[in-house]
């Protein structure tokens, strides 16, 4: 599929972009929720700064991409602990 150009509102700026057609509805959901999460420090904060906002929410999303990619490292280093363990347990097995 080709490129589209889609404009995409993130506090109350809009960014004009090309993105892939298939990617179009997650970058759509992406800013909606930056959007949301700004709102959300704006309501319950008593931060005004759109910069300020801005930084917050990326630092939110940011340490939720470093969580996850944590917890899949860690979920690797399982995986692959059980297939040793796996292995050497066939190896016995096999060579009996």
Do not use: C, W
Not at 24 to 34: G, L, P
Not at 60 to 69: K, S
């Amino acid at each position: 599929m080709g490129e589209i150009s889609i404009k995409i509102t993130i506090s109350d700026r809009i960014y004009p972009l090309k993105v892939n057609m298939e990617e179009e509805e997650i970058v759509r959901r992406a800013a909606k929720m930056i959007n949301e999460r700004i709102k959300d420090y704006q309501d319950n904060y008593a931060v005004r700064d759109k910069q300020d906002l801005l930084s917050m929410a990326v630092l939110h999303y940011a340490t939720a991409v470093l969580r996850t990619e944590n917890k899949v490292q860690n979920q690797d280093t399982a995986v692959a602990d059980k297939v040793e363990e796996l292995d050497v347990l066939l190896s016995n097995f096999f060579s009996k």
